[in-house]
T-cell receptor, first 114, second 115 residues
Framework: SQQGEEDPQALSIQEGENATMNCSYK?????LQWYRQNSGRGLVHLIL?????REKHSGRLRVTLDTSKKSSSLLITASRAADTASYFC??????????????FGAGTQVVVTP | DAMVIQNPRYQVTQFGKPVTLSCSQT?????MYWYQQKSSQAPKLLFH???????NEADTPDNFQSRRPNTSFCFLDIRSPGLGDAAMYLC??????????????FGDGTRLSIL
């Protein structure tokens, strides 16, 4: 079963607005990562947050991690049309049967209209 | 620029006809992954290599095989493609495994169609 579940499945906003998406997971993790995927392309790494970190920033991106709730959020501020993409969370779980593997959520499809 | 390159970008094959997808990397990463991604779904891990050590996912069909002749190259072989194998196939690399706190670097994928 998937480790990460994302919410919402789809998000439509206008340029300049903020976009927030959430990821929940089931087992203890070493880290959680967010990726972006433009249509028909590969995934691009955005941010990695370690299990002992609570918040991380990169440009217009802000990621939070709450290990007690097993959840993370990705905030994109002042969105642009170029932010239109699918966003995936991926967990690097701590369990032995997940050794060497990342578990991806189903993704949030974000559409930013001019 | 260091990168992960997948060839071809688009591949069309016939039902049951073997097909090979290729992936090369200039990052010198020791781990390489193959994922299958169907429309609007999460990437699904098929298998990965840690150096030459091959790790197959329990639910990866026997129809899917992989080869890694050296650090830079990795191949995905589909022995007898079925209609359900039509998907985007993504190759990724990383510098380490669990606990290494390293991101994965993806190629742009190969879109496989089955006639």
């Amino acid at each position: 079963s998937q480790q990460g579940e994302e919410d919402p499945q789809a998000l439509s906003i206008q340029e300049g607005e903020n976009a927030t998406m959430n990821c929940s997971y089931k087992t203890s993790i070493n880290n959680l990562q967010w990726y972006r995927q433009n249509s028909g392309r590969g995934l691009v790494h955005l941010i990695l947050i370690r299990s002992n970190e609570r918040e991380k920033h990169s440009g217009r991106l802000r990621v939070t991690l709450d290990t007690s709730k097993k959840s993370s959020s990705l905030l994109i501020t002042a969105s642009r049309a170029a932010d239109t993409a699918s966003y995936f969370c991926a967990t690097d779980a701590m369990t032995t049967d997940s050794w060497g593997k990342f578990q991806f959520g189903a993704g949030t499809q974000v559409v930013v209209t001019p | 620029d260091a990168m992960v390159i997948q060839n071809p970008r688009y591949q069309v094959t016939q039902f049951g006809k073997p097909v090979t997808l290729s992936c090369s990397q200039t990052l010198n990463h020791n781990v390489m992954y193959w994922y299958q991604q169907k429309s609007s779904q999460a990437p699904k891990l098929l298998f990965h290599y840690y150096d030459k050590d091959f790790n197959n996912e329990a639910d990866t069909p026997d129809n899917f095989q992989s080869r890694r002749p050296n650090t830079s190259f990795c191949f995905l072989d589909i022995r007898s493609p079925g209609l359900g194998d039509a998907a985007m196939y993504l190759c990724a690399t990383s510098r380490g495994l669990q606990g290494a706190n390293q991101p994965q670097h993806f190629g742009d994928g190969t879109r496989l169609s089955i006639l």
